[in-house]
C-alpha cells in the first residue's frame, strides 16, 4: 500500500512542516497496525502541488474503517515570522471505508486539511491545528482496468 497525504493551499502560509511520529490504521475485526513508529516530516506547502508519497507498507487483506497519524510537532511562518503550531489532541484521525484485496497495490491519498484549519491564538503567539482529515481515494493502481 502507498500512502500519500495532500493539502489545501492556503495564501497566508509561507512554509509549513509537520512531523509525525506513529501511523496506525484499523482493520475491522483485528488490533490497529503501526506502519511508522519513527519521526517523519512532511512540508505542507509541497503537498499543495501534488500528493506527496508518505510511505509504502505492507498490509494484510480486510476492510479498513480509521487512520491515526501522531502529531509530534509542527511550525508555520506567516509574513516572515516562525510559529508553532499545537495540535490540542496531538493526533489526526480520518474515518474511512475501504477494503484492500490480496494481492495488487493500493494507493490511498488523504488531505489532511491542515493548512486550512490553521487558526492564530494571539494571546499564546502561536497557531492551533483542528484538521479535519479526509481520505480523497482508495486505489488499487494495479487493478485490470478489462475486468
Known amino acids: 500500500m502507498q500512502l500519500l497525504f495532500t493539502d489545501t493551499p492556503n495564501l497566508a502560509i509561507e512554509a509549513g512542516t509537520l512531523s509525525v511520529g506513529q501511523v496506525a490504521m484499523h482493520r475491522t475485526?483485528?488490533?490497529?497496525?503501526?506502519?511508522?513508529?519513527?519521526?517523519?516530516?512532511?512540508?505542507?506547502?509541497?503537498?499543495?502541488e501534488e500528493p506527496a508519497l508518505f510511505g509504502e507498507f505492507h498490509v494484510q487483506p480486510g476492510k479498513y474503517t480509521q487512520i491515526r497519524l501522531q502529531s509530534i510537532d509542527a511550525e508555520v511562518t506567516v509574513n516572515g515570522v516562525t510559529y508553532d503550531v499545537e495540535v490540542p489532541s496531538g493526533e489526526f484521525k480520518v474515518n474511512c471505508n475501504f477494503r484492500i484485496d490480496s494481492g495488487g497495490l493500493w494507493e490511498l491519498v488523504v488531505n489532511l486539511g491542515a493548512?486550512?484549519?490553521?487558526?492564530?491564538?494571539?494571546g499564546k503567539d502561536l497557531y492551533k491545528m483542528k484538521p479535519v482529515l479526509e481520505l480523497e481515494s482508495a486505489t488499487d493502481v494495479e487493478e485490470d482496468p478489462a475486468q
Open 115 to 122: 493548512q486550512n484549519s490553521l487558526r492564530y491564538n494571539k
Open 29 to 48: 475485526g483485528g488490533p490497529w497496525v503501526n506502519f511508522l513508529d519513527e519521526r517523519m516530516e512532511l512540508d505542507l506547502l509541497e503537498m499543495e
